[in-house]
């Protein structure tokens, strides 16, 4: 009985298997009586070259052959890899090694792919040692199409069916062809959460980034299953717990299913809440550097309240924050709960070890395939040989990231080996487009007008700014090249170059042939005072030339009248700005402040001009954000000079109150022209939130807007009672071709005459 229960668990052995027992382990009858070698021939090779095999071999032409050489030839021809089939012959005292190569792949291509492009699919093959030139085997198609389905896996594509065609071609190869059938995608039928009674299962599901669908699911993906998202959300439930005193919520189970028609998956979960913990007290232990005072001053967790999970986290980071002022990078501190079951109550124990001091010894800079190392290292707080400072190195992470030039911005300490109190710190980028494409139109019953601009931040990797705007709409057409150095010296000051000719004429100005032109040149520089705030100085010249034509305003008539048509001004520019938004793109906490003084004491006018801009964010919840902004300009006349007409301010449209038409606020010739104001002033408030149905997408949202604001002629009063004011709904989408933005609103309080714009928008790509 034993015979036939080891027969029946054999399996086919191998060629080079057979070949090598065969040598090792014939009868004595077979055994070659040792020779010395006179030659070495090679036969069967197609593509190879014989030195390969004969760099293998264990002996040489000179060499005494035996069964145990012939044996160890054979191994080791065999574990190239590159042979299907091996022999040794012996002619005389001439050893032939007859070698059967291996097919090798010639080509590897797709048929029916949709969902994946084939250079990704054939990257993940080789990856996995599947390419042109390997051996083929079919050990090696199984292994591409496992990796094949695996890869579809991922997209929810769960009923993907390959099938692999080899079509034998000269020079024992093969061109290799994956037919795919994708089948149709799995999508998530059903989510259930067992197991909750603290909190209604819809509103864990509303927490979660997997659902059942939607009618944005074909935008945002969410109705497709995958692992990570998976444990992503279950993460989020779990911190949901935390965060309400549910010290010891657990999820006990996941089950994920999937239909037999592979095209349905349902997802249950089974969690266990446990109790609500209230906090008693915050206890520190450890060592913590003679400076307790200075630690509990960061403990963010309220004793008297629900423990907090995230209260606990913020007080870690905050003492690892401080451990690393003082040069300690490894610090540890861990939190533990002594809880009271009966109660409900819990002590939590913060346990401080700040290890080893250390100096960073090298700052390394890594995934800058465009920008030059000089322009992250001058952003650098943090310096080498010094000290390790936290404060410093987030510093200079925040002022990287601040550049604009990358979408990841990552910084990682490491050991350095042999040298425990030194770390290098890795600062890891990921570059982005730097270009930008920007057009903005509006429509009303006078049709379509457009603008545009294009602009390169980071050119040539320098970290230099170039752009050249262009208007083309009816009212002004501009063409303005500008360029800046951000650091015109070592010490960040930046030079600003601006050359520009601008002509425009204002809303209703009657005959298309008048037109006020402005060539100029400006240089300005930027200098920092502190991370945040930079002082602007600047100087420029200027002639503003007003068209004599048919349909000029009366009011730049007179003014050209009495001072003539060419006015030659030299502005001089003082101002201040303050960053602190989160994210000057796609901001949601923070503040952007700045003000500007243009003044001219020389040439043909003398004027001052003040605008002044306060921008606030306000993170109202994890989905909501509310931005305020609010924009105050002045303008006087100096030296007993009225105020030039071609330095107002303009109102409606864009940038200023919506739903009114771009340029239509303040003075009305009695031509009918719009001719602007000394003064001006806007308020806008925008509240954006997720599209419906978009789950946690930020990409996309709506917003609902409400502005106010109006400009003022030289010499009126800023009469608040005559402020236009308007609201509306919009759609904000940093789509694949950059920023999108769309708006309708309808006035709120308009006057007989205002000119209404309820639909505008604005789109820019990046190249």
Same mark, same amino acid.
């Given at each position: 009985?034993?015979?036939?229960?080891?027969?029946?668990?054999?399996?086919?052995?191998?060629?080079?298997?057979?070949?090598?027992?065969?040598?090792?382990?014939?009868?004595?009858?077979?055994?070659?009586?040792?020779?010395?070698?006179?030659?070495?021939?090679?036969?069967?090779?197609?593509?190879?070259?014989?030195?390969?095999?004969?760099?293998?071999?264990?002996?040489?032409?000179?060499?005494?052959?035996?069964?145990?050489?012939?044996?160890?030839?054979?191994?080791?021809?065999?574990?190239?890899?590159?042979?299907?089939?091996?022999?040794?012959?012996?002619?005389?005292?001439?050893?032939?090694?007859?070698?059967?190569?291996?097919?090798?792949?010639?080509?590897?291509?797709?048929?029916?792919?949709?969902?994946?492009?084939?250079?990704?699919?054939?990257?993940?093959?080789?990856?996995?040692?599947?390419? *042109? &030139? @390997? +051996? #083929?085997?079919?050990?090696?198609?199984?292994?591409?199409?496992?990796?094949?389905? =695996?890869?579809?896996?991922? %997209?929810?594509?769960?009923?993907?069916?390959?099938?692999?065609?080899?079509?034998?071609?000269?020079?024992?190869?093969?061109?290799?062809?994956?037919?795919?059938?994708?089948?149709?995608?799995?999508?998530?039928?059903?989510?259930?959460?067992?197991?909750?009674?603290?909190?209604?299962?819809?509103?864990?599901?509303?927490?979660?980034?997997?659902?059942?669908?939607?009618?944005?699911?074909?935008?945002?993906?969410?109705?497709?299953?995958?692992?990570?998202?998976?444990?992503?959300?279950?993460?989020?439930?779990?911190?949901?717990?935390?965060?309400?005193?549910?010290?010891?919520?657990?999820?006990?189970?996941?089950?994920?299913?999937?239909?037999?028609?592979?095209?349905?998956?349902?997802?249950?979960?089974?969690?266990? *809440? &446990? @109790? +609500? #913990?209230?906090?008693?007290?915050?206890?520190?232990?450890?060592?913590?550097?003679? =400076?307790?005072?200075?630690? %509990?001053?960061?403990?963010?967790?309220?004793?008297?309240?629900?423990?907090?999970?995230?209260?606990?986290?913020?007080?870690?980071?905050?003492?690892?924050?401080?451990?690393?002022?003082?040069?300690?990078?490894?610090?540890?501190?861990?939190?533990?709960?002594?809880?009271?079951?009966?109660?409900?109550?819990?002590?939590?124990?913060?346990?401080?070890?700040?290890?080893?001091?250390?100096?960073?010894?090298?700052?390394?800079?890594?995934?800058?395939?465009?920008?030059?190392?000089?322009?992250?290292?001058?952003?650098?707080?943090?310096?080498?040989?010094?000290?390790?400072?936290?404060?410093?190195?987030?510093?200079?992470?925040?002022?990287?990231?601040?550049?604009?030039?990358?979408?990841?911005?990552?910084?990682?300490?490491?050991?350095? +080996?042999?040298?425990?109190?030194?770390?290098?710190?890795?600062?890891?980028?990921?570059?982005?487009?730097?270009?930008?494409?920007?057009?903005?139109?509006?429509?009303?019953?006078?049709?379509?007008?457009?603008?545009?601009?294009?602009?390169?931040?980071?050119?040539?990797?320098?970290?230099?700014?170039?752009?050249?705007?262009?208007?083309?709409?009816?009212?002004?057409?501009?063409?303005?090249?500008?360029?800046?150095?951000?650091?015109?010296?070592?010490?960040?000051?930046?030079?600003?170059?601006?050359?520009?000719?601008?002509?425009?004429?204002?809303?209703?100005?009657?005959?298309?042939?008048?037109?006020?032109?402005?060539?100029?040149?400006?240089?300005?520089?930027?200098?920092?005072?502190?991370?945040?705030?930079?002082?602007?100085?600047?100087?420029?010249?200027?002639?503003?030339?007003?068209?004599?034509?048919?349909?000029?305003?009366?009011?730049?008539?007179?003014?050209?009248?009495?001072?003539?048509?060419?006015?030659?001004?030299?502005?001089?520019?003082?101002?201040?700005?303050?960053?602190?938004?989160?994210?000057?793109?796609?901001?949601?906490?923070?503040?952007?402040?700045?003000?500007?003084?243009?003044?001219?004491?020389?040439?043909?006018?003398?004027?001052?001009?003040?605008?002044?801009?306060?921008?606030?964010?306000?993170?109202?919840?994890?989905?909501?954000?509310?931005?305020?902004?609010?924009?105050?300009?002045?303008?006087?006349?100096?030296?007993?000079?009225?105020?030039?007409?071609?330095?107002?301010?303009?109102?409606?449209?864009?940038?200023?109150?919506?739903?009114?038409?771009?340029?239509?606020?303040?003075?009305?010739?009695?031509?009918?022209?719009?001719?602007?104001?000394?003064?001006?002033?806007?308020?806008?408030?925008?509240?954006?939130?997720?599209?419906?149905?978009?789950?946690?997408?930020?990409?996309?949202?709506?917003?609902?807007?409400?502005?106010?604001?109006?400009?003022?002629?030289?010499?009126?009063?800023?009469?608040?009672?005559?402020?236009?004011?308007?609201?509306?709904?919009?759609?904000?989408?940093?789509?694949?071709?950059?920023?999108?933005?769309?708006?309708?609103?309808?006035?709120?309080?308009?006057?007989?005459?205002?000119?209404?714009?309820?639909?505008?928008?604005?789109?820019?790509?990046?190249?």
């Amino acid at each position: 009985m034993p015979f036939p229960l080891a027969l029946t668990s054999l399996r086919p052995l191998p060629a080079c298997a057979v070949l090598i027992a065969a040598a090792t382990a014939a009868p004595a009858a077979w055994a070659i009586e040792p020779f010395t070698i006179g030659d070495i021939r090679v036969e069967g090779l197609q593509r190879g070259d014989p030195g390969s095999v004969f760099g293998t071999l264990p002996f040489r032409v000179g060499d005494q052959y035996n069964d145990d050489k012939g044996a160890a030839a054979l191994r080791a021809l065999f574990a190239t890899g590159l042979f299907k089939d091996v022999r040794i012959d012996i002619e005389g005292q001439v050893v032939v090694v007859v070698v059967e190569e291996r097919a090798v792949i010639a080509s590897v291509n797709f048929i029916g792919l949709r969902e994946f492009d084939k250079d990704t699919l054939g990257k993940a093959l080789k990856d996995n040692g599947i390419s *042109e &030139g @390997q +051996p #083929y085997d079919k050990a090696v198609i199984d292994r591409a199409e496992q990796e094949i389905k =695996r890869q579809y896996l991922t %997209r929810s594509l769960y009923g993907a069916e390959v099938v692999t065609t080899a079509t034998p071609i000269e020079r024992n190869r093969v061109n290799v062809t994956f037919t795919v059938v994708e089948g149709d995608i799995a999508k998530i039928k059903d989510i259930r959460i067992e197991g909750t009674k603290a909190f209604s299962e819809s509103s864990l599901l509303d927490m979660m980034d997997l659902t059942t669908g939607g009618w944005l699911s074909w935008y945002t993906k969410s109705d497709r299953y995958s692992r990570a998202k998976l444990n992503a959300d279950l993460e989020k439930i779990r911190a949901h717990y935390l965060n309400k005193g549910y010290l010891e919520f657990d999820v006990k189970s996941t089950l994920v299913t999937i239909s037999p028609d592979k095209q349905d998956i349902s997802i249950q979960i089974v969690v266990e *809440e &446990g @109790q +609500p #913990y209230t906090v008693t007290a915050v206890k520190l232990e450890g060592e913590y550097l003679g =400076r307790e005072a200075d630690f %509990r001053q960061r403990i963010a967790i309220r004793p008297g309240e629900p423990y907090r999970g995230d209260e606990v986290t913020a007080t870690t980071r905050l003492f690892s924050d401080l451990y690393g002022t003082y040069g300690y990078a490894f610090a540890r501190i861990e939190p533990r709960q002594d809880i009271d079951r009966k109660t409900g109550q819990v002590v939590v124990v913060l346990q401080g070890s700040p290890g080893q001091r250390v100096n960073v010894r090298r700052v390394n800079i890594a995934g800058n395939t465009v920008t030059r190392d000089e322009v992250l290292r001058r952003e650098f707080r943090q310096f080498e040989s010094a000290w390790y400072d936290s404060a410093k190195i987030k510093l200079s992470r925040d002022r990287v990231e601040r550049l604009g030039y990358f979408e990841e911005v990552t910084i990682d300490t490491n050991e350095v +080996p042999g040298s425990p109190d030194q770390v290098d710190l890795i600062l890891n980028v990921k570059e982005k487009q730097t270009g930008s494409l920007m057009l903005a139109a509006g429509y009303s019953t006078a049709g379509l007008s457009f603008s545009g601009s294009i602009r390169k931040e980071n050119v040539f990797g320098t970290g230099n700014y170039l752009g050249l705007e262009v208007n083309t709409s009816r009212l002004s057409r501009n063409l303005v090249v500008s360029t800046v150095d951000p650091y015109f010296t070592d010490d960040g000051v930046s030079r600003a170059l601006d050359v520009y000719y601008r002509t425009s004429k204002p809303l209703n100005s009657l005959g298309d042939a008048y037109q006020l032109a402005t060539p100029g040149a400006s240089v300005r520089f930027g200098v920092p005072f502190t991370e945040y705030d930079t002082v602007f100085f600047g100087v420029g010249v200027e002639q503003t030339i007003i068209g004599t034509s048919a349909g000029v305003p009366n009011s730049y008539y007179t003014f050209a009248e009495t001072f003539g048509n060419r006015a030659l001004s030299v502005p001089l520019t003082v101002g201040w700005a303050r960053e602190e938004r989160d994210n000057p793109l796609v901001p949601t906490r923070g503040r952007y402040q700045r003000i500007n003084l243009d003044f001219s004491l020389a040439g043909d006018v003398h004027y001052a001009r003040l605008n002044a801009q306060y921008q606030q964010y306000f993170a109202v919840t994890s989905k909501l954000t509310l931005g305020v902004n609010g924009e105050l300009g002045l303008g006087y006349g100096l030296g007993g000079k009225p105020y030039p007409l071609f330095k107002n301010f303009y109102g409606g449209g864009l940038g200023s109150v919506r739903v009114f038409e771009q340029g239509s606020f303040g003075g009305v010739d009695i031509t009918g022209a719009y001719d602007g104001g000394s003064k001006k002033l806007n308020l806008n408030s925008e509240l954006y939130l997720p599209v419906p149905g978009s789950g946690n997408d930020k990409s996309l949202r709506i917003f609902a807007f409400a502005d106010a604001g109006n400009v003022w002629r030289d010499g009126y009063s800023m009469d608040l009672d005559t402020l236009r004011a308007s609201a509306g709904v919009g759609l904000s989408w940093i789509s694949p071709v950059g920023p999108l933005k769309l708006s309708y609103g309808t006035p709120l309080r308009a006057f007989k005459g205002d000119k209404i714009q309820r639909f505008q928008f604005q789109v820019g790509t990046a190249f």
